[in-house]
Nanobody, 119 residues
Framework: VQLVESGGGLVQAGGSLRLSCAAS????????MGWYRQAPGKQRELVAA????????NYADSAKGRFTISRDNAKNTMYLQMNSLKPEDTAVYYC?????????????WGQGTQVTVSS
């Protein structure tokens, strides 16, 4: 599985961005995808995730009400719509996918895309 993110950039506080993650390869075996972020000097943290089957989602408390994760199965693409951005959202955002080939699971990461929110 290969993951390629796009859509990062510089935005003012209160603005919006939409990140995209295009998956290729053995996408049929992906069971879960998500977005993580890592700010300078901090650990990587989960922002939002979505399952491949039911499309169940979960969000970090910091993302609830502002971010929306979604997927387009036909395009093998996942999105993160980020609204009401704050300076503390500044980080490198990474796309993540978990592939399940029973009985094992494999994790994949994209290269990351920078999101910078100015105050």
């Amino acid at each position: 599985v290969q993951l390629v993110e796009s859509g990062g950039g510089l935005v003012q506080a209160g603005g919006s961005l939409r990140l995209s993650c295009a998956a290729s390869g053995s996408t049929f075996s992906i069971r879960r995808m998500g977005w993580y972020r890592q700010a300078p000097g901090k650990q990587r943290e989960l922002v939002a995730a979505i399952t491949s089957g039911e499309g169940s989602t979960n969000y970090a408390d910091s993302a609830k009400g502002r971010f929306t994760i979604s997927r387009d199965n036909a395009k093998n693409t996942m999105y993160l719509q980020m609204n009401s951005l704050k300076p503390e959202d500044t980080a490198v955002y990474y796309c993540y996918a978990r592939e399940r080939i029973w009985p094992r699971e494999y994790d994949y990461w994209g290269q990351g895309t920078q999101v910078t929110v100015s105050s």
